[in-house]
């Protein structure tokens, strides 16, 4: 069945418990065409859902800030994060310094083929120098495997998460699906990017793992688990391979063409990782009260559902984008911040606290820090 549940109360406090406010870090995207008219005011609400009042403005990850000399353009990523892997790490650890939580949107150029040993597609499109690339693989790494910062993927970091993990692509997806006219599903609807292109099937826990992107669509679900399945858009012309699945890796979601959607680990590492872009689905532009999509739209009086009609074809609109499902991934992401900031205060408190008393620092911080939230409402942010 489609997963259509509303969004019940936010399960962050509007009332920060703590001294400082959690930041939220985006990478840069001022060269993305969904963001093009879009000011930095714009980008407060991240085009989807406000930042809550306890938490700071977002930081944008300026990766053009890694300088590449000219005659270096022409290299190899990986000559490239050799021969800079000092000024990579200094500007990664300083923004992993400052931020609680990554939303990594998508880039407009395809990844490298030589970072998964093929050559270049006709149809791929590679930027150079590839700083973006060079800058996201290296967040990407130090994010999961040094500070555990939680993270977003979306789209292209998706793909490069997939081939840092050692996994393949599929440089264009139409050399490997069906065509549409044979019941395959057109991947790159760019012009679509605010309403539902196609179906995914999320798969139900199992006992390898794989629970997490299951829980933030379907919160309240218990046993027995049964597959869930939601509606999604679709801008992309390439896709992870995963015949060469690493055991580390967990496939939760799949189109119905067998395209890799979602995935995670199997550490459980704070990290969703989704081919789709739920930042761009919805139906109004909040701020001007108007419909996204420029095109006039048709009512289905049979389904009582709103549809485009492009060439024949039904494309679903999705409702208040207050209450569709993929507002809980990107929620997600608000809960692991708040988390993740909650256990770097606590960590620094309890590392002072040692310093004061150091022959029973754990007492004195529970008796200090902890007892006195005990009665917070969101105290669950030290359990997550």
């Not at 794989?210 to 992309?236: E, M, W």
């Not at 984008?321 to 620094?348: N, T």
């Amino acid at each position: 069945m489609v997963v259509s549940l509303p969004l019940s109360k936010t399960r962050y406090s509007s009332d920060s418990i703590l001294p400082t406010r959690p930041t939220i870090g985006i990478l840069n995207v001022k060269d993305l065409p969904v963001y093009t008219e879009e000011s930095t005011e714009k980008l407060q609400n991240l085009k989807t859902f406000t930042i809550p009042n306890n938490f700071n403005k977002p930081i944008l990850l300026d990766y053009t800030r890694l300088e590449i000399a000219e005659e270096d353009h022409h290299l190899p990523v990986q000559q490239l994060e050799k021969k800079y892997k000092d000024r990579i790490d200094t500007l990664v650890k300083e923004y992993l310094s400052q931020i609680n939580g990554l939303f990594l949107l998508g880039d407009p150029k395809d990844i490298p083929p030589e970072l998964f040993n093929q050559e270049k597609h006709p149809e791929a499109k590679i930027a150079r120098p590839p700083q973006r690339t060079l800058f996201m693989r290296r967040l990407l790494r130090l994010s999961t495997e040094c500070y555990i910062t939680p993270a977003l993927n979306i789209c292209g970091s998706h793909q490069q998460y997939g081939v840092l993990e050692n996994m393949s692509m599929h440089q264009h997806l139409p050399d490997v699906v069906p065509h549409p006219d044979d019941g395959g599903i057109d991947h790159c609807r760019s012009d679509l990017k605010h309403v539902f292109v196609h179906k995914i099937t999320v798969k139900p826990p199992s006992p390898e793992g794989g629970c997490a992107f299951y829980g933030i669509l379907a919160p309240k679900a218990r046993p027995p688990y049964g597959p869930l399945q939601i509606d999604v858009n679709s801008t992309h012309h390439q896709g992870v391979n995963f015949n060469n699945l690493p055991k580390s890796i967990i496939v939760t979601g799949l189109a119905d063409d067998n395209t890799l959607e979602s995935m995670e680990t199997k550490a459980n590492l704070p990290l969703t990782s989704v081919q789709f872009h739920p930042e761009t689905i919805r139906r109004k532009d909040l701020n001007k009260k108007r419909t996204l999509v420029d095109r006039d739209f048709e009512h289905d009086d049979e389904t009582g559902k709103d549809f485009l009609k492009v060439d024949g074809v039904k494309f679903e609109l999705p409702d208040d984008p207050k209450y569709y499902i993929q507002q809980r991934i990107i929620e997600d992401l608000i809960v692991k911040a708040h988390a993740h900031h909650a256990k770097k205060w606590c960590m620094r408190e309890l590392n002072e606290l040692a310093l004061e008393n150091p022959e029973e620092p754990h007492l004195s911080f529970s008796q200090k820090v902890l007892k006195p939230l005990a009665n917070k409402e969101n105290i669950f942010i030290f359990n997550r």
